[in-house]
């Protein structure tokens, strides 16, 4: 196993008084950068709600020197990186990742945008009704409001149970007072004492040091202003209130006058009441039919206050469940500090690291929070369990969850016999490269691809499983639900796993550290095909997801064919053909994997699978997704099969979203949830133009983007030379396999399987890319604008125009 990286980072504060974190981790592909303004939603004057977030906002329109389509969100989506930002209630983020050598004119972007905002009032004006947008689907989401009504019980003159995302009323961009105050809230907070800059790469701490300099240089300077201290979070004494509606309880405790590293402390606890294993105290809830679900997280903490939500799917009393709550946490207290439950905490927060890449790492750098839980931790921790209530008389019912075994894996002999696929004269199974050399196939359904180098820590491996019918949701529900936890004592171990049904398909994935693999993997597929006596009773619906997240889960399995449908688990297993890949494994682990294979069930697939053409077809999919609110997704394939197609249909992409986000959501605002990307769904590949709307229905929508896709041959035509070259350069870039973090190259050599590439498929379509000449590329977008590879469209609640043709 490769050495762990470092827990906590440098940490320096700048003469400026910028506070920089810094990580140096080698074998990371990308860098990443987390800005943390300490200023936030609550942070705001009483009289202007909503102004905190509202800057967020205006701060990626542009400047002077980057105008919004060189800006940061614009250069971050062109290099293929990832760019956000978050407003909280004391404190603001704004973060990236990108490739090495984009970076540090990433972090220039990010400066200048910080520092020299244009607060021009048109803009203002059209980004003040986006914000109205997102507020009208906040109102009517159904989750976030039962998130909010969480703080129901708190003080009203705490800030937490105030309005603070900001709507058109509430944000005044004509007046000056309002104006004047936009002013004052960016002067007092965005500047360096008020920040920490966090950076994470492959570079040398020195290297990233004299990076953080370059950004602090150009930052306004200032010193640390202390944040207001808020109200108490209740008004009487008790700390405790609770909400109970049908199927679900919610307990919530406001703690006051915290002790340091109560932030620890309070995710120490968080994580051992969320074990869902034997031992536990759900498990000891679910014998006794108490409990469904259990879910414990910390809704909000700053300075020496924290709201603690422990979430129950239940039917019994309130007063049954918290009794065995506080009674569990008497048990849990007397715990001689918890010493083996520290050990294995700290264990798996190193595995965690070892997989994070750097985005994940730049953010938890962000949080001043220590690795584990220390001894002032400790301490923390017995002050909290004795607020909150935990009982000094508990019963003897109570025993600590095992070990997770995944955190500790023996080294294993090496396997004298054969892999299945193996021959005599090949210890290592051949890689599908070679099998197509040689016109041959494997006798097992298994490929080891070598494309990735297999001497790193991490690999991932994909099963599919074709099925004689669509599995009913019922039982996919139940094998999500046996899996769970296993997958979090996987992901504790640094592997992650997901099982997920689409159409007649099932897809086992996972992808994380090496060592544990053959061991889990082995577990899930004994847990996936253990005979079902019975199918549990469905649960109770939970919350809707909003209608362009509603309309992307249901998008999958529109694109494969319609079979019928099954709750019988092991006539599906019996009769399942079933081909996989695994990625970047070493020798070492694929002579380990060999027990788990042999417990997959169903029969070799050898049967190609290409993904199905519905070329200059328009197909039309109503989904009712039970809100007001409009949302439309369109898919479009490639007019072909062919690498070039896909290369051209890559770049089409990323030329096609700018201008896309820049009509529908600046110009037009016609949606918050305005995006086109380029998505491989069953090794089809297309762009997927998504929009979620509050007042324009999708035909009008379609009509938008359709007309916008036809105005896409004169925009190429248009660019200049320089920046035509830059972007085919750009994306090309990010295929590059050294450059590739191993789950996003991974997922892409599953993604050319599936469209039947070959296996130097990344290789190629570099090449095929760079290939691109202006005129092939206009072609490309004529044959986008001519639906030649067909259209899919998925709406919620519209017929479908008279051209296209209604499916279910």
Avoid at 689 to 718: F, K, M, W
Avoid at 790 to 799: D, T
Wanted: one cysteine or more; proline letters at 6%.
């Amino acid at each position: 196993m490769a050495a762990l990286k470092p827990l906590r980072p440098h940490t320096e504060t700048l003469a400026n008084g910028l506070r920089v974190t810094l990580r140096h981790v080698p074998d990371l592909k990308r860098c990443a950068a987390a800005l943390r303004v300490a200023a936030g939603s609550h942070d705001v004057p009483l009289a202007w709600p909503g102004l905190a977030h509202f800057l967020e906002h205006l701060l990626f329109l542009g400047t002077e020197r980057f105008p919004a389509h060189q800006g940061l969100m614009a250069y971050v989506q062109g290099h293929g990186g990832q760019v956000n930002a978050r407003t909280s209630e004391r404190t603001t983020d704004f973060f990236f990742e990108l490739p090495p050598q984009a970076f540090n004119a990433g972090l220039e972007r990010l400066s200048d945008m910080l520092t020299h905002p244009r607060m021009d009032p048109e803009e203002q004006q059209r980004e003040r009704e986006v914000l109205h947008a997102e507020f009208v689907a906040w109102s009517q989401d159904e989750r976030a409001q039962q998130q909010q009504a969480l703080f129901d019980g708190l003080s009203p003159s705490h800030p937490l149970r105030g309005f603070h995302a900001g709507n058109r009323d509430s944000l005044p961009v004509a007046h000056a007072d309002f104006q004047q105050a936009l002013k004052d809230f960016h002067r007092r907070f965005y500047q360096t004492g008020q920040m920490t800059l966090s950076l994470v790469g492959p570079q040398s701490i020195e290297e990233l040091r004299q990076l953080a300099l370059g950004f602090g240089a150009v930052m306004s300077e200032g010193k640390n202003i202390p944040q207001t201290q808020p109200m108490p979070l209740m008004e009487s004494a008790e700390g405790y209130y609770q909400k109970v509606s049908e199927h679900r309880l919610d307990l919530l405790f406001a703690l006051e006058g915290l002790p340091a590293s109560s932030g620890e402390a309070l995710a120490f606890l968080c994580q051992w009441l969320n074990v869902a294993k034997p031992g536990g105290l759900l498990a000891q809830l679910r014998a006794r039919d108490l409990a469904g679900h259990l879910k414990a997280q910390v809704l909000y903490r700053f300075a020496e206050q924290a709201v603690l939500h422990i979430e129950f799917t239940t039917t019994a009393a309130a007063s049954v469940i918290r009794q065995k709550l506080l009674d569990w946490l008497g048990f849990f207290a007397t715990q001689q500090d918890w010493e083996r439950l520290r050990e294995e905490y700290a264990i798996l927060l190193q595995r965690q690291q070892q997989v994070s890449g750097a985005l994940q790492l730049a953010r938890l750098d962000s949080e001043p929070l220590e690795p584990g839980l220390s001894g002032q931790g400790v301490a923390a921790l017995k002050h909290i369990l004795k607020a909150i209530g935990a009982v000094d008389n508990f019963s003897d019912e109570w025993q600590l969850p095992a070990p997770n075994p995944f955190l500790r894996i023996e080294a294993s002999a090496p396997n004298a016999g054969l892999i299945r696929g193996q021959t005599s004269k090949h210890r290592g199974l051949r890689t599908f490269a070679q099998d197509r050399s040689r016109s041959r196939r494997e006798n097992s359904p298994m490929q080891f691809s070598q494309a990735l180098p297999d001497h790193t820590a991490q690999g991932a491996i994909y099963l599919r499983w074709r099925l004689e019918a669509r599995p009913l949701p019922r039982l996919q529900r139940h094998l999500e639900n046996l899996l769970q936890p296993l997958c979090e004592e996987a992901r504790q171990a640094g592997v992650e796993v997901s099982f997920s049904a689409s159409g007649h398909e099932w897809l086992l994935k996972m992808t994380g550290l090496q060592e544990p693999m053959p061991s889990v993997l082995e577990q899930v597929l004994k847990d996936l095909t253990t005979p079902l006596d019975n199918l549990p009773e469905q649960e109770p619906n939970s919350p809707a997801l909003m209608p362009i997240r509603q309309l992307l889960k249901a998008m999958p399995d529109q694109c494969l064919e319609h079979t019928g449908s099954s709750d019988d688990a092991q006539h599906l297993w019996s009769s399942a053909r079933w081909e996989g890949l695994a990625i970047g494994l070493s020798a070492q682990t694929q002579a380990a994997l060999g027990r788990a294979l042999s417990r997959v069930p169903g029969v070799a697939d050898h049967q190609p699978s290409w993904p199905a053409s519905i070329s200059r077809q328009r197909l039309w999919t109503t989904v009712d997704t039970g809100t007001s609110e409009h949302a439309l997704l369109l898919f479009c394939p490639t007019a072909t099969g062919d690498l070039c197609d896909e290369a051209a249909w890559r770049l089409l992409a990323l030329v096609f979203q700018t201008p896309l986000y820049q009509r529908l959501r600046v110009e037009l605002q016609l949606g918050y949830a305005v995006f086109s990307t380029l998505r491989q769904v069953h090794g089809q590949t297309a762009i997927l133009i998504g929009v979620q709307s509050p007042g324009t229905a999708p035909l009008q929508l379609l009509e938008h983007i359709e007309r916008l896709l036809g105005e896409l041959p004169d925009l190429i035509e248009a660019m200049d030379d320089a920046r035509f070259v830059i972007q085919r350069q750009a994306l090309a870039d990010q295929f590059d396999l050294a450059a590739l973090p191993l789950e996003q190259a991974a997922e892409l050599l599953w993604q050319g399987k599936m469209a039947g590439r070959s296996s130097d498929y990344l290789t190629q379509l570099t090449l095929a890319i760079q290939a691109i000449e202006r005129p092939h590329l206009m072609a490309a977008a004529h044959r986008l604008g001519n639906a030649e590879g067909g259209w899919r469209c998925l709406a919620s609640n519209s017929q479908p125009p008279a051209s296209w043709q209604a499916t279910k």
